[in-house]
């Protein structure tokens, strides 16, 4: 048993998608919250930038003894995962492209991953869709904007989110997918728009965020080191952006809360 924290890290507000997930199937587990904010958008940075934040968030979360860190980022796991794993003596999640389910699920034979520049041009991403290319038919598509229109908050704004939503995924749909993988943290907050995209066709929207929850529980008990089922789980949240930020994320999370 260890009641130290899981420690999720994100470019920014995406990771909470995950930490909603992750709030929801581990009840006992005290969470640590960072999000980037200052440096948010990580998918259009080179691979030596986003290390490098990666490496900072990291540090910070060690500070807060930590005994797990799921990296709630897509593009901070395609770029960086495999260092982390060298560097540091705890276990890590990172966020695996959903390409298997989406590919054994899938009725057409097409499916289609909307991403980040980064996620889609990384080694894990790649290695993933050779995998199953002899099953389906894999298509991508760039989230241009999905990530910006989170961070603003303006993911309700059905006159500012579909638009943009619209542009990555109709491409996929007019070429017969009938999986829409989400292969960033953030994109699940857009996912009203994308059903409405979808309409009436028999198309499933992929969301990675309960199988990260699956193997982090999965670790914890492989690594004997889950809270006990009598200590009271506390949630906290910190960033390298302004207290406005922090605000914004934590009021986030609230509202989440609130969903369950």
Same mark, same amino acid.
């Given at each position: ?8 890290f ?9 930490w909603?997930?992750l ?14 904010g ?10 030596e930038e ?7 968030a ?8 930590v005994?797990l ?15 982390l794993?060298?560097?540091?003596d705890?276990p890590?999640? &990172?966020? *695996?492209?959903?390409?298997?389910? /989406?590919a054994?699920?899938?009725?057409s034979g $097409?499916?289609?991953?909307? @991403?980040t ?6 080694d894990?991403f ?5 995998k199953y290319?002899?099953?389906v038919r894999?298509?991508s ?9 989170v961070?603003? &908050?303006? *993911?309700?704004?059905?006159?500012? /989110?579909?638009?943009i939503v619209?542009?990555? $995924?109709?491409?996929?749909l @007019?070429?017969?997918?009938d ?8 994109y ?17 929207i992929?969301?990675?965020a309960?199988?990260v ?7 914890l ?12 789980a506390?949630y906290?949240f910190?960033t ?19 969903e369950?």
């Amino acid at each position: 048993m260890n009641n130290n924290p899981i420690g999720v890290f994100d470019s920014g507000i995406g990771g909470l998608s995950v930490w909603k997930e992750l709030r929801q199937a581990l009840p006992h587990e005290s969470i640590v919250y960072l999000a980037d904010g200052k440096n948010c958008p990580y998918g259009d940075k080179s691979a030596e930038e986003v290390t490098a934040f990666v490496l900072h968030a990291i540090e910070e979360l060690m500070r807060h003894n930590v005994k797990l860190i799921v990296v709630a980022c897509n593009t901070a796991t395609a770029v960086a995962i495999d260092l982390l794993r060298k560097q540091y003596d705890i276990p890590f999640v &990172g966020m *695996e492209p959903a390409v298997k389910p /989406a590919a054994l699920s899938s009725e057409s034979g $097409v499916i289609g991953i909307l @991403a980040t520049h980064a996620s889609l041009q990384g080694d894990l991403f790649r290695n993933t869709c050779a995998k199953y290319a002899d099953k389906v038919r894999i298509l991508s598509s760039v989230g241009e904007g999905f990530v910006e229109c989170v961070e603003k &908050g303006e *993911e309700h704004s059905a006159h500012i /989110a579909e638009p943009i939503v619209r542009r990555a $995924v109709e491409p996929l749909l @007019a070429e017969g997918a009938d999986r829409i993988v989400l292969g960033c943290t953030h994109y699940p907050f857009l996912t009203h728009h994308i059903e409405k995209v979808i309409g009436e066709r028999k198309v499933e929207i992929v969301n990675p965020a309960p199988a990260v929850a699956r193997r982090t529980e999965w670790l914890l008990k492989e690594h004997n080191i889950k809270a006990s089922t009598s200590h009271k789980a506390e949630y906290s949240f910190i960033t390298f952006a302004d207290d406005g930020y922090l605000a914004r994320i934590t009021d986030k999370a609230m509202a989440l809360t609130m969903e369950n």
